[in-house]
């Protein structure tokens, strides 16, 4: 059974910093590709960041240059470091295996003031 836990949220002011884990179990995590998605109230969830096995990357446009995705097949663990957070930035966070709705974290939330 995969699993996904996800620990990092919080309140930060804008312009700060977070950095959001997610550790999976339960499946040979390095082969598969990983997502970090939002959803902030009233909106639909949308997909932030990717990771392919191989390291790449891809990104939302308004995160570009401000969040980076990366993994430790070591550890079984993909991050999101988010810097210079704005308050439209405010939602809550999932990690996704795989990109596909069959394996979600429990979702952490991110709460940027202003």
């Known amino acids: 059974q995969v699993q996904l836990v996800e620990s990092g949220g919080g309140l930060v002011q804008a312009g700060g910093s977070l950095r959001l884990s997610c550790v999976v179990s339960?499946?040979?995590?390095?082969?598969?590709?990983m997502g970090w998605y939002r959803q902030a109230p009233g909106k639909q969830r949308e997909l932030v960041a990717t990771?392919?096995?191989?390291?790449?990357?891809n990104y939302l446009d308004s995160v570009k240059g401000r969040f980076t995705i990366s993994r430790d097949n070591v550890k079984d663990t993909v991050y999101l470091q988010m810097n210079s957070l704005k308050p439209e930035d405010t939602a809550v966070y999932y990690c996704?295996?795989?990109?596909?709705?069959?394996?979600w974290g429990q979702g952490t939330q991110v709460t940027v003031s202003s």
């Open positions: 996704n295996y795989g990109l596909t709705d069959n394996y």
């Open positions: 339960g499946t040979i995590f390095r082969i598969i590709t």
């Open positions: 990771i392919t096995s191989s390291g790449n990357t």
